[in-house]
């Protein structure tokens, strides 16, 4: 198993290294999971969004990956991004490597449930009428 990978950047995520942190050649499934920023939120458009994060969160996010890690016997890997974002940014990759895709696709389904409810990120949204709003706070 290589290197556990549990990052936050303002930088844009590149997918690749999120993969190439967990695949090796005894896995025959990568389930590469991208949560990417959408054009609308609650039946309104979303014009511009912002995620922050708490000065600990990857050490929160590391304790997901170390979690699903341990609970699957699986390597894991996350990247978070903060900062200004725009429609179609990655906003989360996740990738869980498995011998086979059953337990690949459950394993990163629980590190990306994790990462939602226990790693200390916000997101700021505004609204095309000029409204925002905080969503995790």
Not at 12 to 18: L, S, T
Not at 105 to 133: D, H, N, S, Y
Request: charged fraction near 20%; include cysteine; glycine fraction near 8%.
């Amino acid at each position: 198993m290589s290197e556990l990978l549990a990052a936050i950047s303002a930088d844009p995520i590149d997918p690749a290294a999120v993969d190439a942190a967990v695949a090796g050649p005894e896995h025959g499934a990568v389930v590469l999971f991208t949560g990417v920023v959408r054009n609308h939120d609650g039946g309104q458009q979303v014009s511009t969004l912002e995620y922050l994060a708490h000065p600990d969160a990857v050490r929160f996010l590391r304790r997901c990956c170390e979690q699903v890690s341990a609970e699957s016997g699986l390597p894991v890997a996350a990247v978070h991004r903060v900062g200004p974002l725009t429609v179609g940014d990655l906003a989360l990759v996740a990738a869980v490597a498995a011998p086979h895709r059953a337990e690949a696709f459950a394993a990163c389904a629980l590190l990306v449930e994790l990462i939602k409810a226990e790693v200390p990120i916000w997101k700021r949204q505004g609204f095309a009428e000029g409204v925002t709003e905080w969503v995790g706070i």
